[in-house]
Structure formats: C-alpha cells, structure tokens
C-alpha cells in the first residue's frame, strides 16, 4: 500500500501555486520511511543521473537568462528543470531505499495506472446518466468536454497514453504470469482510451496490433492477435446494436477524421487541420529567438505552437532545445537492457513503445519531461538503468 500511495501522488499530485504536492507528499513518505527505519541516509547518486542533474541544471540557467533578457517569466521552463531534478533524485533514492522487485513494481504501476482508466470510465458513466459532468476533474481543466474525460490528469491526451501505457503493460504481465485477469485489464484500459484524446486513440489503434504481435513471435503465441480482433468486432457490435444519442455523439467525435474522410475525402477535421498548420511549425525568425529563445508563453501572439519542441524552441532557444532532446535520448537509451542489440526482450519491447509514444505525442503537446509522463518515463529509466537486476527478473 505505501508503494501505490506512493505512485498516486508522484503521478496525480497537483500543483497548488508554488507547492507541489506531486514531490512534496513522496518526499514526506520516503523521508519518514527512512526515519523509522533507521536507514543509513545516503547523499551520491550514479554519474549518469548527476550528468542528467547538470543538464537540467543548465537548462534553468537558460530559463533564468532568458528570463532576465526578455522580461517575461514563464514558470513551464523556468521551473521544469528544477521539478526533473527533484524527481531524478527521488526516485532514485526510492528505490534504493525499498528495494522493491520488479513483479510488485509492475503490478503497482498496472494498478497506479488501472485508477486512472477507472475514473475516465466513471466520468463518462456519469455523464452518460446526467449525474455529473465534472467527477474529479483536475482543476487545471477550463472546460467540460462532451464526449471526452481525462480521468485525473490535466489533459485528454496524457489521460490516453497513461491509458495506452497501463494497456501494454498489462499484456506484459499477461505473457509472464499468463493469468486472464491482465487480459481482462487490458481491455478496460482499451475502452477508456476511446474515452480520452483522438490522438491517443489512434496511436493505439496503430501500434497495439504491432505490439500483439510481437509479443506472439517472442512467445509463440500468435493468437493473442486473434484474441483481439475478435473482441474488438464483439464490442463494435455491441456499440452499433446499441446506439443512443451519446453513443453516437461520442462515437462521431473520436472518429470525427474517419467520418469527415468518408463524407468530404479530406481526413482533417478543424482540428487536425489547426494543428498541420503553419501556427504550430512556426520557427523564429530572428537570431535572438533562436539563441536564446523570447520567454513568452505559447499562448501568446508569437507562439501559438502546441508542439513541445518547438515550444522549447521558441520560449529558451535551440540550445535548450538540443539539451532537452539530449535527456530524453538518455534516459531512453539507457532504459533497454545490456543484450539489446543482441536479442529483443519483452521489457525492451514495452520500453520501446512507451517513449516511441511519448516522442510522437509532443508533436500534439508539451509532454517532454512534463509532469506525469515525464515522471514515469523516469520511473522506468531509473528502475531499469540501476535497480533490474537479473535475481529479480528471470523474464525474457
């Protein structure tokens, strides 16, 4: 239970002003675990996770000259890198300090993850019966969307990939413990992610066959993806025999793109066309936006982009652009196993798909090193980098 309580708050903790409670509340629990404990407190960390340290320490220089240089303060940069700093270390220190094996770890993640699909579940029920339009809604949320619900994230997409990410894991844990009960979450963490962001969706739909089918080849096992395309039709079914007016509100909405193609034979909705338009892949244009970026927030008249890079781009300049994109491929690259380029695992497989997706949802919003995927992006850099040992993993 410490463990889950633990991942609730560093993943759904909010922010109230300046206070955090996403670092605050798991500082508070490892430090009084610890404390009763009587834990020998230890202050080094590997040299990686120190090099991390310095380069988000960079990056807030950056933000700060930027800052000073521009006269306008934007909290998303100038604080971000002191916010990744805090998680590297404790995260870091976490599992030092509990030495939890990888079976527990995974499970609590599942379930950490589970709550989340839980909850666009019950938004939308609730919704669907005119009970509630607003159940546990992060306050950071301006509006209420119809047909959409991000369980207890700040956005419709984070609320999808942390859905996509509790999907392949539980298929994950399907092949190791072969117990049905992951295939029965599998597919509630499927349906909430039709509940949350197009984007999510089709990213799903895109990647889970391929996944599917990678686990089968590794483990023949191949009918896993028969498996699926059956319930899929079932469900469809289920839908089309069963349509209401929600139903169908809520139908046309995720697939506003395929509807607007079979009609016009143009894919792009409003909203895909926005966001392919030249407001978002806007460079800057002078040499002082580009070196050091204008420290304005996206909202304003001069960047309008939804796309984390080049968001960076214009608020701190292509340095801390490049740095960005540099931790990222660290923590990436460093989260695959020592015999990857030897033989493909299933870990190497699921930590694959996970930043290949987070990768491509920041060409949608600003999720690099965002709270919540960044966070468990760092879960399971550290875990795997420093903390996977052969004795707690005898899966392939």
Not at 158 to 164: A, E, H, N, V
Not at 196 to 211: E, I, N
Not at 362 to 372: I, N, P
């Amino acid at each position: 239970m410490f463990d889950f309580i633990f991942f609730i708050y560093l993943l759904y903790g909010y922010k109230v002003g300046f206070i955090d409670y996403s670092i605050l509340i798991p500082f508070i629990m490892l430090f009084s675990y610890i404390i009763f404990k009587n834990e020998k407190i230890i202050l080094s960390l590997p040299k990686l996770i120190l090099y991390l340290i310095s380069i988000f320490f960079i990056l807030f220089i950056i933000a700060g000259l930027s800052t000073v240089y521009n006269g306008s303060f934007v909290s998303e940069y100038y604080l971000k890198p002191i916010r990744v700093i805090l998680v590297l270390t404790l995260i870091y220190f976490y599992f030092y300090y509990r030495k939890i094996k990888l079976d527990k770890l995974l499970k609590v993640l599942l379930y950490v993850l589970l709550l989340n699909s839980i909850v666009v579940l019950l938004q939308y029920i609730l919704f669907y019966f005119s009970i509630s339009n607003t159940f546990l809604f992060h306050p950071d949320i301006g509006f209420v969307e119809a047909y959409r619900k991000p369980g207890l994230t700040s956005g419709f997409p984070t609320g999808g990939m942390l859905s996509i990410f509790g999907s392949f894991l539980a298929i994950y844990l399907y092949f190791k413990f072969k117990n049905f009960l992951y295939l029965y979450l599998f597919f509630i963490f499927s349906l909430s992610v039709f509940l949350t962001a197009r984007s999510a969706m089709y990213l799903f739909l895109v990647l889970t066959p391929l996944y599917l089918y990678l686990f089968g080849i590794i483990f023949n096992r191949l009918r896993i993806l028969l498996y699926f395309v059956i319930v899929s039709l079932l469900i469809i079914s289920l839908i089309y025999n069963n349509m209401n007016p929600i139903l169908e509100g809520t139908v046309n909405k995720m697939f506003a793109n395929v509807i607007n193609y079979m009609e016009t034979g143009d894919f792009n909705d409003y909203s895909t066309r926005h966001m392919l338009s030249s407001d978002h892949f806007k460079f800057p244009d002078t040499l002082k936006d580009i070196i050091i970026g204008n420290s304005l927030p996206h909202t304003s008249s001069f960047v309008v982009s939804d796309i984390s890079y080049f968001r960076i781009l214009w608020s701190n300049g292509i340095f801390a652009l490049f740095l960005y994109m540099m931790a990222f491929f660290l923590i990436w690259f460093n989260s695959y196993s020592k015999s990857f380029y030897k033989k493909l695992s299933s870990q190497d497989i699921l930590v694959t798909f996970v930043f290949f997706i987070v990768f491509i949802m920041c060409f949608k919003g600003s999720y690099l090193f965002s709270r919540v995927i960044g966070d468990f992006l760092i879960i399971i850099f550290i875990w795997r980098k420093y903390f996977d040992k052969k004795e707690n993993c005898s899966f392939n």
